[in-house]
């Protein structure tokens, strides 16, 4: 599913002394099947940006248009319900949204809700347990007898269930150990090239960009300071550096070889070799 951003606003507490223009002329298509990290630093837009994907948040000016759902300022009735079907959030914390009695209830609870049967949404959790890395005893288990990495596991599989063509993660593997972050993030890598989703990452690891995204939006004081393909963002170092976002470790190497051997250096290293 396409998501194209046209010249969005989101004005918070609009009207109010507290009036905050937390986005500003946001202009992005984000390509169905693509996996895009949106960077920046914190207060940059990231979060509120996300929200206008599955409808949490409408622009304040613009147009956000999500497979066949347009969201604008107006309040035009949409299919909300429909449009969150589709679209599959998973904050920071995920583990905190767990509330059901057991593992079972939770993982069914989002199918459920876009009313999908018990016994069909209870065959879909057990397919995706192997897929999350928990085993099948889990289903009986009570969510908060678990521990912290599996409960984080439980409430990723309940997104998943939900079979969403949009997958919107906000820092998914935040205060993870980097073991436990690479297996989070390795899961929803996997899912994304098996169900090929649009998936967007939220982060502010240049490494995780870098890794997992084809695409990168680069927020700054909520406006895009650059959009496209990971090679072309990493092209203009110089201004991800200027607004203080650091660079992956692939590219300082690079740039510390380029810095070490210039072109010039040909000559010397002929006369080396004599
Ligand atoms: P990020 O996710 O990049 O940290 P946010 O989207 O959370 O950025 O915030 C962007 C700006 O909007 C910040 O200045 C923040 O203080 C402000 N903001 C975020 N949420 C609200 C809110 N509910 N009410 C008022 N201002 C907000």
Known sequence: MEIV?????????????????ALQDCTIRIPSGSFTAVIGHTGSGKS?????????????????????????????KIDIRALR???GLVFQYPEHQLFEET??????????NFGVPFERALKRAKELLPQVGLPEEILTASPFELSGGQMRRVAIAGVLASQPKVLV??????????????QIMRLFV?????????????THHMEDAARYADQIIVLHEGKVEMAGGREIIFEQAERLREIGLDLPAPVRFLEQ????????????????ER
Do not use: W
């Not at 951003?5 to 223009?21: A, I, L, S």
């Open 103 to 112: 593992v079972a209830k939770d993982i069914c609870f989002g199918p459920m």
């Open 48 to 76: 509120t940006l996300i929200q206008h994907i599955n409808g949490l948040l409408r622009p304040t000016k613009g147009t956000v248009q999500i497979g066949p759902y347009e969201l604008k300022a107006e309040k035009k």
């Open 190 to 202: 996997d899912y994304h090239h098996q169900q090929q989703t649009t998936t967007v990452l939220v």
């Open 257 to 272: 070889i380029k810095q070490r051997f210039a072109l010039a250096d040909i000559p010397k290293y002929y006369e080396l």
């Open 5 to 21: 951003f046209n010249e969005v606003e989101h004005r918070y507490m609009e009207g109010t002394p507290f009036e905050k223009v």
């Open 85 to 87: 079907q589709q679209v």
């Open 169 to 182: 993660l906000d820092e998914p593997a935040a205060s993870l150990d980097p073991e436990g972050h690479e």
